[in-house]
């Protein structure tokens, strides 16, 4: 997988209010919670207060369509959304590998809270058990865009307290272009023609 790590991510002033906010939260004890803020949500809906979200916008925004040029650079016109989400994992929890949604163009995560815990892996396919540590460091960033084939992840807490990270998207509403984007035209039209049939419909309709 192809996948960019930046130390020192965060400007300190933001690390720190988001450190602190996180102290204001209640987790699930036995799953991870998402506190979850867009641009498009109310008020009452975002946990990152109006203002500073749109700080974080201004300051953050340019520099992960940056990453996705580097990244993907064929994804950028996908973009039209963002989200910034404060998520905990318990300490004895484990997320199993997966890969994220499609409307996810740039996946982040940034590690906050403790000073010690256990990163985020990278894993070559559904079946691959162990998989590569991106090691934690409070404020390490790691970004990866999305991949139908190669972009498998996992994350699991250390046994000892809660992992807190900030999980930094840019988004997209156009889920089948970033499909076509991902596999190709012409794989993309024979993956939906084969489960169309599977269905019993023999012609796929747009």
Do not use: C
Not at 75 to 102: G, I, R
Not at 172 to 182: A, N, V, W
Request: net charge positive; no cysteine; glycine share 4%.
């Amino acid at each position: 997988m192809k996948y960019k790590t930046v130390d020192n991510f965060l400007k300190l002033d933001h690390l720190n209010y988001l450190q602190t906010l996180i102290e204001t939260l209640e987790p699930k004890s036995d799953y991870p919670t998402s506190f979850r803020s867009r641009k498009s949500y109310s008020d009452s809906e975002n946990t990152i207060s109006r203002e500073k979200l749109m700080e974080l916008e201004e300051t953050y925004i340019p520099r992960a369509m940056d990453i996705l040029k580097f990244l993907a650079p064929h994804k950028l016109a996908l973009v039209d959304n963002f989200s910034f989400n404060l998520q905990s994992t318990p300490p004895n929890f484990s997320y199993p590998v997966h890969l994220d949604a499609n409307e996810k163009v740039l996946s982040g995560v940034v590690y906050l809270k403790p000073n010690r815990s256990t990163g985020t892996f990278l894993h070559k396919s559904l079946n691959d058990v162990s998989g590569e540590e991106i090691p934690w460091a409070v404020n390490r960033a790691m970004f990866f865009s999305r991949n139908p084939s190669d972009s498998w992840h996992s994350y699991r807490g250390d046994g000892v307290g809660f992992r807190w990270v900030l999980v930094f998207n840019l988004l997209t509403s156009k889920m089948r272009k970033h499909e076509i984007k991902d596999l190709g035209f012409i794989k993309y039209y024979q993956g939906r023609i084969s489960k169309q049939k599977g269905l019993g419909v023999e012609k796929y309709k747009e």
